[in-house]
């Protein structure tokens, strides 16, 4: 069965303290590997796509890596508006084009 | 210009009714898609739906009903409705071949209450 494992489940960071988070995956035959941000009340915000290992992508404070076995986001010298929580998904090739999702980090940065 | 609406944006309703929520997208996307969040935070995938094939996920009950009335349009219907029913519904959309490019574009949600 395709899994998607998020961890840690919650996350605080002050502002400007660098961390990771993590997704590990179990998938038949992955297609790609997504990063949604999902802020309170709203629906999930595309940010990256990821299709293969040694694979990375930047946006702003964040870089997304993926491995054969997991996917890291890292997020450099976050600022509270980077409090959200990010899901991580993947697209397999028997499951259609429908994502699976993980269960999220939240992250809180204070300042 | 919102990609993906879905309404209501709130409903709270009693057991035992039917209700229904609309999405559209205008996007031009040929793939529809309903997903559940529980109140975990849990995103979980119900139907995928295109003008050729509607793929239910095995979980849901069939109380749950998707409704295309055109290519821009999935609607969901729910029967006989349980306290277990209540979570956020997001419908979205993606265009086939470029999920990876632009993502899946989700609306943002219905909040269903059943008391």
């Known amino acids: 069965e395709d899994q998607v494992t998020q961890s840690p489940e919650a996350l605080r960071l002050q502002e400007g303290e660098s961390s990771s988070l993590n997704c590990s995956y179990t998938?038949?035959?992955?297609?790609?590997l997504f990063w949604y941000r999902q802020d309170p009340g709203k629906g999930p915000e595309f940010l990256f796509t990821l299709y293969s290992a040694g694979e990375e992508k930047e946006k702003e404070r964040l870089k997304a890596t993926l491995t054969k076995k997991e996917s890291f986001l890292h997020i450099t010298a976050p600022k509270p508006e980077d409090s959200a929580t990010y899901l991580c998904a993947v697209q397999a090739y028997q499951a259609g084009t429908a994502l699976i999702f993980g269960k999220g980090t939240t992250l809180s940065v204070s300042s | 210009d919102t990609a993906v609406s879905q309404t209501p944006k709130y409903l709270v309703t009693q057991m035992g009714n039917d209700k229904s929520i609309k999405c559209e997208q205008n996007?031009?996307?040929?793939?529809m898609y309903w997903y559940k969040q529980d109140s975990k935070k849990f995103l979980k995938i119900m139907f995928s739906?295109?003008?050729?094939?509607?793929?239910i996920n095995e979980t849901v009950p069939n109380r749950f009903s998707p409704k295309s009335p055109d290519k821009a349009h999935l609607n969901l219907h729910i029967n006989s409705l349980e306290l277990g029913d209540s979570a956020v519904y997001f419908c979205?959309?993606?265009?086939?071949?470029?999920?990876?490019?632009?993502?899946?574009?989700f609306g943002s949600g219905t909040r269903l209450t059943v008391v």
């Open positions: 739906y295109n003008n050729k094939e509607l793929i």
């Open positions: 979205a959309s993606s265009a086939v071949g470029w999920e990876g490019s632009y993502g899946y574009t």
């Open positions: 998938v038949s035959g992955l297609r790609g």
């Open positions: 996007l031009g996307h040929d793939t």
